[in-house]
């Protein structure tokens, strides 16, 4: 069975500060693990991915996440927090060939001016 | 990737009525995925619903309560059947592209039972 779990329910830093959001999984297959953002009001947005290939994934406006096996995480990260970035962040798996997401229960992320 | 509509975007809704919401994709795709968002938490998957058969519920929805129709390749709909306060939630729908698959989103219908 997969699971996810997300360290942490609310975040909060200053803007210009760095953002770390958690993120470990379980899966007794290779995974597939995902972040999704989901400002006010509004679906989800696909940040970026990690499909067993560059373990140093790159997604959009600025952020990035480190999928490492040996510590079952995947963490995502940006260097500096704008005001923009303030928004619920969730952390998904899926098994091979995708289908079924298993989602996280979500960080909130504050930033402070 | 696609652009996915919903339909409603909200409605309010008496206990004991059903809601049809509506899901529209700008393209074909296979996959589509109906999820609930209740308040204040994270997203479960209610079932996949591939055109051409029947849909697949997960553990703890029935069609009972949540009956899926999947005509063609760029619409679905998810009925929300002899509602209860307990079933307002945002509902999404979501398609599945590439490979290996990443799901879009649409924006959810936002449902709250009365």
């Known amino acids: 069975a997969q699971s996810v779990t997300q360290l942490g329910s609310h975040v909060s830093v200053s803007e210009g500060a760095l953002v770390l959001l958690r993120c470990n999984y379980s899966s007794s297959v290779p995974p597939y693990l995902f972040w999704y953002v989901q400002y006010p009001n509004q679906g989800l947005q696909l940040l970026l991915k990690y499909t067993s290939a560059a373990t140093l994934v790159k997604g959009i406006n600025g952020f990035e996440a480190e999928f490492k096996k040996s510590e079952t995480s995947f963490h995502l990260t940006k260097p500096s927090a704008h005001m923009s970035d303030a928004a619920e962040y969730f952390c998904a798996v899926s098994g091979p060939g995708g289908g079924k997401l298993i989602f996280g229960q979500g960080t909130e992320l504050s930033v402070k001016p | 990737s696609a652009v996915i509509s919903q339909k409603p975007s909200r409605d309010i809704c008496q206990r004991g009525t059903s809601l049809t919401i509506q899901c529209q994709v700008d393209?074909?795709?296979?996959?589509m995925f109906w999820y609930r968002q209740q308040p204040g938490q994270s997203l479960t998957l209610i079932a996949t619903a591939n055109q051409g058969s029947e849909a697949t519920y997960e553990s703890g929805f029935v069609i009972d309560k949540f009956p899926i129709s999947r005509p063609n390749l760029t619409f679905s709909t998810l009925t929300v059947s002899n509602m209860s306060p307990e079933d307002s939630s945002i509902y999404l729908c979501?398609?599945?592209?590439?490979?290996?698959?990443?799901?879009?989103f649409g924006p959810g219908t936002r449902l709250t039972v009365t």
């Open positions: 393209s074909q795709v296979t996959m």
């Open positions: 979501s398609v599945g592209e590439g490979g290996p698959v990443e799901q879009y």
